[in-house]
């Protein structure tokens, strides 16, 4: 947004300030267009979807920075770890991945964990990223 427009946005509805100071702090923002609005009174906060999908993960609001336009986020997605096991009976009954596995073998290992198994679990972690890639 150009000086110009700020100094006579902020001129019509503030009266008795130094307009180059304000319009300063204002630029200083990172997104001027939005602290305008917000001095004017006529900021709107996007609506913004709180569980989303993307690239099959389930992602969950968390925040939203205005000034710079992202959205902070939780995320789940399926994930698969191939496992090595001692014997065939432990990789039977073994159904859920847990990271104290044996997931690396050297090659001096190999015959000591001779069964793999392909595990499925739901990893979680936080992501942040800017409104419209929110919004895919």
Do not use: H
């Amino acid at each position: 947004m150009s000086a110009k427009i700020l100094k006579i946005a902020i001129k019509n509805s503030i009266q008795d300030i130094n307009l180059d100071n304000l319009i300063e702090v204002l630029e200083a923002t990172g997104n001027s267009m939005v602290a305008t609005e917000i001095m004017l009174g006529i900021y709107d906060m996007p609506n913004i979807p709180l569980v989303t999908t993307s690239r099959n993960r389930k992602r969950t609001f968390t925040s939203y920075n205005k000034f710079a336009n992202v959205v902070e986020f939780d995320y789940e997605e399926e994930r698969s770890q191939t496992c090595f096991f001692r014997t065939k009976e432990e990789m039977e009954n073994t159904v859920e991945y847990s990271s104290k596995m044996k997931i690396y073998l050297n090659s001096s290992e190999e015959e000591l964990f001779p069964f793999r198994k392909q595990l499925s679990y739901t990893y979680t972690g936080s992501s942040s990223c800017n409104l419209a890639e929110w919004e895919q």
